[in-house]
């Protein structure tokens, strides 16, 4: 227990870390996988239960799993200085099974190795103990050899919590524990490969390369061989090295090197491996005792002329920070989870990876190696609740500072990721962690690292606050800068290229603006991209009080202290669903932007090593959104430049909007995509007008009751109640399509970005200008071939303002619509300007012309593109795990609403408009807290609306919309459409 309080005892007979090559040899298995179901007790109960490993106790029903951010777990529970672990209530966990040796092992060294334990363990051997470790992110291991039995062994794990090394763990994650990583048993050969490193020296232009692999190899007995080292790609030897007659006695370090002519480069774009193998042979018989193998790529990482370079040319992260998480299994995560993002990242046009804020399993390394992400590696350290506060800077108690005690703690974790993952070529940059300030020592582990390899580049974004040691980070990196922070530092001679290492906070409805920074890629070469926070929701699945599966967050499980919704801030919801969000990263995130005129159009290749040719081309004519003419064309663009292309279209003379639309398509099938799939496309859109008017005969019955103001035809039926001022019945072909009073609409249900803005509290007048209009006036007009009623509204703001909404029936049936408002300075801006209707359920399919297909925002629409689209009001309510406004549509042109039969209503007009359908009303969106707490759907919420303000997103704890996206109360408005039956 003594060791869970000291930050300096943080490993006792630990294993050196060391490389993950893979071997084999003699013809023996060497590795036994433990995974599966052990024996389990929880704080010493007497009653021993079953647990699954790999996994979270507190997700197999032992203990609870809580969510905080900056704060630690224990804030306000107990008083505790750094270092010092919880006496209340530290709960633990005791694993158990019986192990049995191969018998290919006999008279051989075995060992364990823990991939990921959290917090910390301590392992004994048939009763004795063994060690003790800590850093729940890389491997433990430890040699049994001496403890064990020739038959049925027993290990035991005891698994805190907390030890003194959750201060270094402070993520903003769950706080879970256990053995959530791989266990395995391993033996070696005589002679082992025990590390390797491999590096390459490109020059003479990439042409020339020279391999180094340093190995270091151990051997249990004396031993004379012959090593040889095979550099292979795709089966076939490119080189062979050998050394003859080594003898080695324990342990030996060994260099091999060779040249290469012409090597293929690795990069994300071309993901080129080779494999180097190295073979240790008996120098008398010839036999192979060991083969160990390491896939590699050749490329070079550096910083050239203040820029960051892959293989010479100046890369731009297309980055996401990227949790380990399943909502099932929390952090345990699958081989099945990790091929689907790779997946997902590859085809929505990303191509980096922080691995925050730890390393992650190996398998994910691999994965980027083979299929192309940048990769930073991040060092498991946060101690973010030591020195910020609400936010607030207070460095008094940070660690690790310059204190001595935690020195050769971070070094070792430094150490343990560096040798793991040195091989892989995917991880361009080491990280010495997240947001745990400055200091000294954090500025020796960046000097740890350089000593250790020449091949990569330090990251470390803390100097933004504590610039005592500014030369631990090799870059300037900061977290959710503004645009013109951004340019102001780019402007001011910068000693060193810039990163957002988080960005562009994704929770909820969010990512509004990206584009404004994608924009600064292009006009400032120093500036090379950013990681969007973050890549998946860390949501859970929990049971609501019916049963019912959700997808839960902090405080559900309740858990206290807690930063309640605060872990939901992904692009993919916590189930892997992609969240509408990615259309428009995946835009903006593409190599290739295409510009398409009337005649021409230009493809830039902002690509470093991949030739438009690898694509197809294809060339797409709409009239009014029907596609009347396809081609493919293949379109010869080298990286880095541009190039313009004629089209030939067919000539069309028929009034229609027009739009043409030039889309890049995978030519084959991929791992990631399918063939066809789009990687990016281009449109332009124009008219060609001829405005026929229609003729009217006649005009529509009007009504003038006591009560009620009618307007009848024969397809239009309409009611207006002077008594509760609006219109309250709506009849197409006899079937009502109001339910409830038609009023004004100014509000939108918060998202998570509005509520941390405070947009609720500023705009608050506009709710209640939405729930409490009152109608003032109502005047009715009849004219030559209309009826209108004109309802005058007085909105409960300060200063009071007015609108005035205007009924116009056609005797076609037609019913134009008008909101007028005049503008009235010192009003806080609208959220939106526009009206709601309560549409009767079996209203649920959707159609429309307009942008999609995905909802889009006035500040979050270079992903959507004009066309006709399709789907219904459930599926039209994003799953923010909250929730918020969703399905918002702009750009529109028209919209049928119509039941499972095709019937329903047209809305439409002359000028475009925004609109969305839901199974919830305004209202009963912004009342729930869960989407298991809104009511059963009685209505189709149809929201027409002139605009709405945009989304935001550079950060949901304070950043507003930007300007140019607000609603400004004090300029006038005026809003039209048509709404008719569709048949």
Known sequence: MDNLHNP????????????NHKYEGLNIEWKKCLNGIWDFSYCNTPNWAKIQVPGHMELQGYGEPQYVNTMYPWDGRENLEPGE??????????????????????NRPVYISFQGVESSLELYCNGEFVGYSEDSFTPSEFE??????????????????????????DQDFWRLSGIFRDVYLYSIPDVHVKDMFITSELVNNF??????NILKIQSYKEAIVDIEMELIDKAEVIFKVEEKNIKIEKELKLELNKKVENPKLWSAEKPNLYVVKVLIKDTKTGDIIEECWQKFGFRKFEISDKIMKINGERIVFKGVNRHEFNCYKGRAVTEEDMIWDIKFLKANNFNAVRTSHYPNQTRWYELCDEYGLYVIDEVNLETHGTWQILGQPCPEKVIPNNNPEWLENIIDRAKSMFERDKNYPSVVIWSCGNESFGGENLFKMSEFLRSLDNTRVIHYEGIFWDRRYDKTSDMESRMYAKVYEIEKYLQETPEKPFVLCEYSHAMGNSNGGLHKYTELERKYPMYQGGFIWDYIDQSLMKKDSFGKEYLAFGGDFGDRPTDYNFCVNGIVYGDRKP??????????????????EEKSFTIINESLFTNCSEYDTKIKLFKNGIKIYEESLECNVKPLSEKSFKLNLPKVKEHGEYTIEVSLNLKEDRFYALKGHEICFGQKIYKIEKKVKEKLEGKPTFINGGFNLGIKTKKMELIFSKAYGGLISLKFGGKEFVDGVVMPNFWRASTDNDRGNKMPFRYAQWKLASMYAKMVDVKALERENSVEIRAKYELPTNPSSVCEIIYEGFVNGKLKISMEYNGVKGLPEMPLFGMSYKVPKEFSEIKWYGMGPEENYIDRVHGAKLGIFETDVNKNMSEY??????????????????????????????????????????NEIESAYHHYELPKSHCTALNINKIQMGVGGDDSWGAPTHDEYLIPSDKKYLFSYIIESNM
């Open 207 to 212: 042409k020339k390369a020279t391999l180094k």
């Open 8 to 19: 300096r005892v943080f490993k006792i007979n630990r294993l050196s870390a060391h490389s």
């Open 881 to 922: 795990v909250i929730p918020q406004e969703c399905g918002n549509r702009i750009g529109t042109r028209w919209a049928e609403i119509t039941n499972k039969m095709g019937v329903g209503i047209k809305v439409s007009s002359e000028e475009t408009f925004e609109f969305s359908a839901l199974p919830y009303t305004v």
């Open 144 to 169: 049994l050899t001496k403890y064990l039995k020739n038959e049925n062994n027993e290990i035991t794990v005891k698994v805190y919590k907390w030890c003194s090394g959750s201060w270094l763990e």
């Open 85 to 106: 672990v919880p006496k209340e209530f530290n709960p633990f966990g005791i694993y158990k099974r019986n192990i049995d040796i191969p018998k290919d092992w006999k």
């Open 579 to 596: 969240s509408p969000k990615v259309q428009e990263i995946k835009q903006l995130f593409s190599d290739y932007k295409i510009n398409v």
